[in-house]
């Protein structure tokens, strides 16, 4: 398993020291139909800032649905990208982007490589094993490289405990391909989420989950700064 640290709807990885979020879907306030401003922009801004200055990552990995539109990426929604890109290049962060399914345009608002997966390096001072390849994909299409553990969203998991919905990761030990798997919540929070609660394997979009009931949901409580660990779903759904 390799050591992760989980935080605001990300994970930082310190083997590679790497910051990994995934479905920022920038633009998604404007595809709504609600009249006032929903503050996406200030919002994703000012928590990846936050997240930048706390673990002071080499890479920021954005791993797929950066963008919401599939056929369009309208001024406002390029100044909000350059804005995130700013905040790692003004901290000698080097952003990585990752294609999501969303992703038909990204290429037109950013002019860097962009990566259909990302496999982790360690970088100079980064602690850990040598032998945990971890690999970045947005999750909606089987990956073609080999990794101990893939570090994936496109799902946008939440759980409800005690009439409370939070958005969740979800860890699955040794169940893709005999290695790990470890799914993002959503990045932004105007993006959906969708309830893990009573779901089955058959019910995950992305072909990673193979074992939904292997599946550990863990919660990051901001109050705590800690990560609050369930059992498997499988054993879970019983008591939810």
């Not at 100044?79 to 990752?98: I, M, Q």
């Not at 997966?117 to 602690?127: P, T």
């Not at 080999?146 to 169940?175: N, S, W």
């Not at 072909?207 to 863990?218: F, G, K, M, Q, Y």
């Amino acid at each position: 398993m390799p050591d992760f640290v989980l935080a605001d709807r990300a994970v930082f990885l310190p083997a590679s020291k790497t910051l990994v979020v995934a479905d920022l879907h920038v633009g998604r306030d404007e595809a709504s139909e609600v009249e006032f401003p929903l503050g996406e922009r200030a919002d994703l801004r000012e928590r990846f800032a936050a997240l930048l200055d706390r673990f002071s990552p080499a890479e920021a990995v954005f791993a797929g649905d950066v963008l919401h539109s599939f056929s369009r990426a309208s001024a406002a929604t390029t100044e909000s990208l350059d804005e995130l890109v700013t905040a790692c290049r003004d901290r000698g962060v080097r952003p990585v982007l990752v294609v999501g399914n969303h992703d038909t345009m990204l290429d037109s608002v950013w002019d860097g490589t962009l990566y259909d997966e990302y496999l982790l390096g360690r970088k100079a001072g980064g602690d850990g094993d040598d032998s945990d390849r971890i690999l970045v994909c947005h999750g909606h299409a089987e990956p073609d490289g080999d990794a101990d553990c893939y570090v994936v969203g496109h799902d946008h998991p939440t759980i409800t405990i005690e009439g409370q919905r939070r958005p969740c990761f979800l860890y699955g030990p040794k169940t893709y391909r005999d290695s790990d798997v470890l799914m993002l919540p959503a990045f932004s929070c105007l993006a959906p989420g969708v309830e893990i609660n009573g779901m089955r394997t058959r019910d995950f979009q992305s072909p990673l989950v193979t074992d939904a009931d292997a599946l550990r949901p863990l919660v990051y409580d901001e109050p705590g700064d800690e990560a609050l660990r369930f059992p498997p779903l499988g054993k879970l759904r019983r008591l939810l």
